[in-house]
């Protein structure tokens, strides 16, 4: 259970300029990443510092 809380607060935690680990493997184009935090409950909605949500990150990053 000490596991599944350490993940849950890993997924949920917002690093330098708020930004998630969702929105960091998805700006770097890791599709599995993506998808086992996205199972384990990460958050599509949370916004970084410029108001960019995980799928806006990664539209921008793909253009690039």
Do not use: M
């Not at 000490?2 to 330098?16: A, E, N, R, V, Y």
């Not at 890791?30 to 384990?40: A, I, M, N, P």
């Not at 409950?41 to 793909?62: H, P, Q, V």
């Amino acid at each position: 259970i000490i596991f599944k809380i350490s993940i849950q607060i890993l997924i949920q935690t917002q690093f330098q300029r708020r930004t998630t680990p969702l929105q960091l493997a998805g700006r770097g184009g890791h599709v599995e990443v993506v998808q086992t935090l996205l199972e384990k409950g990460a958050s599509l909605t949370a916004c970084d510092a410029t108001g960019r949500n995980a799928l806006e990150l990664a539209i921008a990053a793909s253009k690039k």
